[in-house]
């Protein structure tokens, strides 16, 4: 089923940023579908539930499914880990609007396993975002905002900074080895710049 509203898109490398909204626009979410929150809620690990238990459970369900994560899914969750939007996008991109995600922690997967666009923090302040994930297959990018964080500094330094929407292509380099190479820049620059712009930011390795 489609639904129609004005929304932000989350995504990968080639995605681009279109401002979110509320849901009273016209204007269609690039395809992408809402689904049952409580899929997820139903999810607990002996009775209980956090966000590190739903971030499980959303790898086991999407990134690592091989049919699902093939396109991109997301959720929105509160400080307590429960699930308030549960959304199923395209290849390169997942839809949501700023009332679904306003007060949340947003966990969604990178089918090509890379770290976050610059698409995927711009909308940190607009949609007050409280951190996101960008969960691959090997491991989840887990970006969290502090209570200091430095939404104008952070967004002047990430115009300028190697964190694109596009892999970078160098001379000689073959596809695999320029998204791995933007990749290490990526991660490098975030991690660096954690301290200054008052932001946490890890790379959490897939446990076998």
């Known amino acids: ?56 459970n959303f790898r086991k369900m999407f990134t690592e499914d091989s049919s699902r994560g093939r396109k991109e899914h997301l959720i929105a969750v509160d400080e307590n880990g429960f699930t308030y939007a549960l959304n199923h996008g395209q290849k390169g991109s997942v839809g949501y609007s700023r009332s679904e995600v306003a007060g949340k922690f ?8 890379s770290v ?16 996101i994930v960008a969960s ?30 596009k892999v970078i292509v160098k001379k000689d380099e073959f596809p695999s080895e320029s998204l791995a190479r933007t990749n290490r820049e990526s991660h490098s620059w975030l ?9 946490t930011y890890e790379f959490r390795k897939k446990t076998v």
Do not use: C, W
């Open 1 to 56: 089923m489609k639904y129609i509203l004005n929304s932000q898109l989350f995504g990968g490398r080639g995605a681009s940023y279109t401002p979110g909204t509320d849901e009273s626009g016209d204007q269609e979410s690039g395809g992408t579908d809402r689904d049952f929150a409580a899929r997820m809620n139903v999810l607990m690990k002996r009775g209980k539930m956090s966000q590190d238990i739903v971030l499980d």
């Open 191 to 199: 991690k660096r710049n954690a301290k200054k712009y008052g932001y």
């Open 106 to 113: 947003v966990i969604h997967n990178h089918p090509n396993d």
């Open 116 to 131: 976050f666009s610059r698409q995927d923090l711009r909308g940190l302040k607009e949609d007050k975002i409280t951190g």
């Open 136 to 165: 691959g297959r090997s491991g989840d990018y887990i970006f969290r905002i502090g209570k200091k964080f430095d939404y104008a500094g952070f967004n002047k330094a990430l115009s300028r900074s190697p964190v694109t929407n």
